[in-house]
């Protein structure tokens, strides 16, 4: 959604046709990054023994994590600002509790309002929020943690990879409208940006991994999928040019 300024508020982004949603994260590079961060959630949940823990899926949307989530932990609350998200995100999910609020608003919802979590997950958000929404959100995070606890996210389209450069470039071209491209499609982020905003916070980070080495978007992958596997896999895991890589998982913590 356009505001008046002419940039994009990502609050209200998701309150519209959230089936289109449902079918861009179900594309096959999509779904390759995410078993690629499964794969390292999985060992992260194990080592930190997560199913005596709680957890915050701050902006769950669909519940493409959430339905995840809520069987490695004792205790899953899913919070959204679109109630259209969350109608899907209730299909999938069999005990987690659904927040509805705008988690930077001042009269956040009361369920939530003196809620603290030992982990907070938030998966494909600040990529594409504005700048103001992600330090707003940053500070909301660090209030709902508690003390040593976690903060997991991702960045999905890291400015330091191929595609993220490949989209630097476009939007340093000034191409979008010839190729009909949306804002958000040629938005990046960097852990630079990220560490920019942690700088006012008490989160730091304490790991970070990388899925996506080679390029590919959408429903083209570069090889055949099994072998793209076979491959990002190796470079996930041993955390080999994480920097270059599209999609980085950061575990960050409350100090
Ligand atoms: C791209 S979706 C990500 C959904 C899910 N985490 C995933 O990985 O598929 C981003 C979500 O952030 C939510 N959102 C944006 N700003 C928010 C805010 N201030 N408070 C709560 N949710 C917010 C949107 O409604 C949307 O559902």
Redesign the pocket.
Known sequence: MESMEGSID??????RD?TK?ESV?KSKYITLIYHLEKGVLESFFEKINSENKSVM??????????EYIEKKFKETVG????EE??SLAKKKCTHTRFIL?????NDVNEQLEHETFDVI?????YK??EQS?RE??TN?ISMHLKKEGYFVF?LHLNSNSIMGTFAKTIRFLRLQKILKLNKLTVRTISLADIKKIFEDSDLVIVDYYGMGVLPSRSNQLILPHKILFMIESYFTKNKLLREYSYNLLIIARKK
Do not use: P
């Open positions: 990502y609050r209200n982004e998701f309150k959230v949603y994260t899926d701050f902006a769950c949307g669909s519940g493409r994590w959430t919070v959204d600002v679109s998200m969350l609020t705008d988690i930077t608003s997950t938030a998966f494909r958000f594409n929020a929404l707003a959100v909301k991702d």
